[in-house]
């Protein structure tokens, strides 16, 4: 599959030779499923993740991906920042293989890329050790990174952060152990974590989704705020299409929508919510209340039926249309691509294409 123009429509004026900061061309993850002892000597069964992804990443981007759980976005998300190897395709930093300049085959070092590619983890408790206190967790990447910063110079620096992402007064916050603050403070550590490592992309994975509903935009904004600040760009994961849209239209960014390991919608986040082109974007709207949709959009489900389909053996042809209600005897035939619709909106639907036999076809009868 080649990769979509995610700029399509966007000013030209920028120099063509720009590298993306991350590129992804028809990247595939597949994982064999754990085995029982009597499954042994049979095949392994494997689980597409991901299955056939290209995608860029531009300098001080928002990309948000979102979907059902188990629909491959965080395995994404990490696939991106080189945290999961891929089984399939490449994923490159500024024109490098991360894999080869792991393996040493390129004129980067890998230490280089880890620096630059960070992440902020759903739960930041499970990510911060409780035997140390924040002073001495912010200080390791310093000292890491740059081992003739001086012990002050490094406190000095975590005290600025700090400050800079609301934990006042900085001292008193920098000497407590993770099981004194709260939920919310230990997510602004985990983020002034990632930020000390001057990167080039945060992973945000369901970095808000245990936070209580009034703190959300509280630390979205706040992530917005610092991007520009740091000159950072955002992969947002989410299964909260409010969340997305939020985060992506105050960001300037794109949506991307996942489906069973396939991006099948990426677009700014306005144009999906009022006028989708896939319907799994529809589902993923209906399922939303709180997108303050009318009364003739918020009643019967837009699927055929609820289940999602086995990831082991996903249906032939475009993987939604087991549950699509707009399908026809095409859509089994052949996936699907990712191609330009419109100003910065990709799309895999046959729908999108008038030419296509899909408008010839008949309905796929239940």
Request: net charge negative.
């Amino acid at each position: 599959m080649s990769r979509p123009d995610a700029t399509a429509g966007t000013d030209d004026s920028t120099d063509s030779a720009d590298e993306p900061l991350i590129s992804l061309e028809n990247v595939e993850v597949h994982f064999e499923k754990e085995q029982g002892l009597l499954d042994l000597f049979e095949e392994p069964d494997v689980v597409r993740a991901v299955d056939g992804v290209s995608l860029d990443i531009q300098e001080n981007d928002v990309l948000v991906l979102v979907g059902e759980s188990g629909c491959g976005k965080t395995t994404l998300g990490k696939t991106m920042i080189g945290l999961q190897r891929p089984t399939g395709g490449s994923v490159k930093y500024r024109g490098r293989d991360i894999w080869e300049t792991k393996a040493g085959n390129t004129d980067l070092s890998f230490d280089e890329i880890r620096s630059s590619l960070q992440i902020i983890h759903q739960d930041p408790g499970s990510s911060l050790n409780p035997n140390r206190r924040i002073v001495e967790i912010l200080s390791e990447p310093i000292r890491l990174t740059h081992p003739g910063v001086s012990a002050g110079e490094r406190r000095e620096r975590i005290y600025s952060l700090l400050e800079r992402v609301g934990m006042t007064p900085a001292h008193d916050f920098a000497d407590r152990y993770p099981h004194q603050l709260s939920g919310g403070e230990k997510q602004r550590v985990a983020l002034s974590r990632a930020l000390l490592m001057n990167p080039d992309v945060i992973l945000a994975d369901e970095a808000i989704s245990a936070l209580d509903v009034s703190l959300r935009v509280e630390m979205m904004d706040l992530m917005l705020d610092l991007q520009d600040d740091f000159n950072t760009s955002f992969v947002f994961v989410s299964h909260d299409l409010s969340n997305a849209r939020y985060f992506a239209e105050h960001g300037d960014g794109r949506v991307g929508v996942m489906y069973l390991g396939n991006l099948v919608e990426v677009g700014p986040a306005e144009r999906l919510i009022s006028e989708p082109q896939h319907p799994y974007t529809e589902v993923l709207r209906w399922a939303t209340p709180n997108l303050a949709l009318d009364a003739t959009e918020a009643g019967e489900p837009p699927m055929r039926k609820i289940d999602i389909p086995d990831p082991i053996n996903p249906p032939s042809g475009c993987r939604f249309h087991t549950r699509c209600p707009k399908a026809r005897t095409a859509c089994p035939k052949e996936q699907p691509e990712l191609e330009t619709h419109g100003d910065r909106h990709l799309v895999a639907c046959f729908r999108s294409d008038e030419d296509h036999e899909y408008w010839d076809s008949p309905e796929i009868e239940d």
